[in-house]
């Protein structure tokens, strides 16, 4: 099982960027995906999760401005990010809770990072 997280970029304050986070391999269900975020010199940090059944939840810092969805048929989550500031610069990752085919436990797994960087 991979995820292969894509969409990162440089942004000028108060832009948009839309990130997506694709599952692939021998997949029989996903449950909870996450945005994390680790900037300069400060610890990974939940950013948003949504759940199976599409219920979402934020960190205070993001509320308002980013929005978390998910395209079961795809394994894909998204975060879309508008009206981004400098402070929301940071390598943002994500992770599922992926049940293997022929397994019978959830385990997580992570992206690789994608870089964004909100700068004039």
């Known amino acids: 099982v991979q995820l292969q997280a894509s969409g990162g970029g440089l942004v000028q304050p108060g832009g948009s960027l839309r990130l997506s986070c694709a599952a692939s391999?021998?997949?029989?269900?996903?449950?909870?995906m996450h945005w994390y975020r680790q900037g300069p010199g400060n610890q990974r940090d939940m950013v948003a999760f949504?759940?199976?059944?599409?219920?979402?939840n934020y960190a205070d810092s993001v509320k308002g401005r980013f929005t978390i969805s998910r395209d079961n048929a795809k394994n894909t989550v998204y975060l879309q990010m508008s009206s981004l500031k400098p402070e929301d610069t940071a390598v943002y990752y994500c992770?599922?809770?992926?049940?293997?085919?022929?397994?019978?436990?959830?385990?997580?797994?992570w992206g690789q990072g994608t870089q964004v960087t909100v700068s004039s």
């Open positions: 949504i759940t199976s059944g599409g219920s979402t």
């Open positions: 992770n599922a809770d992926i049940r293997r085919i022929g397994y019978r436990s959830y385990n997580i797994y």
């Open positions: 391999g021998s997949i029989f269900s996903i449950g909870n």
